[in-house]
């Protein structure tokens, strides 16, 4: 587009480079048949990664990839409710079951975001970054409740 071409020459050239990128037939994560969740909102067992996983956000911490992923359940008004999940590797392409969260690490809850992250797909990770300020993490994640999407 326009607008991109004219920030591109805007912005000043890096002297490094993403890529080259090597697609694979083995995936990194699969969704989970056997991850359960006490869901505080439904009030009922689920299994919280049944539906599948997407949208991978991640950042390097003490030499592993730590990856945060959306992973969805068969409720809900669409395909279902999204959550997040954590998983850690050692390389970056593989992500062992043992190395997983068992539960989410964000989802929605009866608190003060409920009617914004429940009612719609829920929560889905968009970008984790380290702060050059102190060393946490802060992660960029899309709440959809039902009757709008946001970002928080």
Request: contains cysteine; negative net charge; charged residues 20%.
């Amino acid at each position: 587009t326009v607008a991109s071409s004219q920030a591109n020459t805007n912005m000043k050239e890096e002297a490094w480079t993403l890529g080259p990128f090597e697609a694979s037939l083995s995936p990194a994560l699969e969704g989970s048949q056997d991850t359960v969740f006490d869901c505080p909102l439904s009030g009922h067992r689920i299994f919280w990664e049944a539906s599948g996983v997407s949208s991978p956000a991640a950042a390097v911490r003490q030499g592993e990839v730590h990856m945060l992923y959306g992973a969805s359940d068969f409720n809900g008004q669409q395909r279902g409710v999204s959550r997040v999940g954590l998983a850690v590797s050692q390389d970056g392409v593989t992500f062992p079951q043992a190395k997983r969260s068992p539960r989410p690490v964000l989802y929605p809850d009866a608190d003060d975001f409920q009617s914004l992250e429940w009612g719609g797909s829920g929560l889905t990770p968009g970008s984790v970054v380290e702060s050059p300020l102190d060393g946490s993490y802060v992660m960029a994640y899309t709440a959809n409740g039902g009757e709008t999407s946001r970002l928080e």
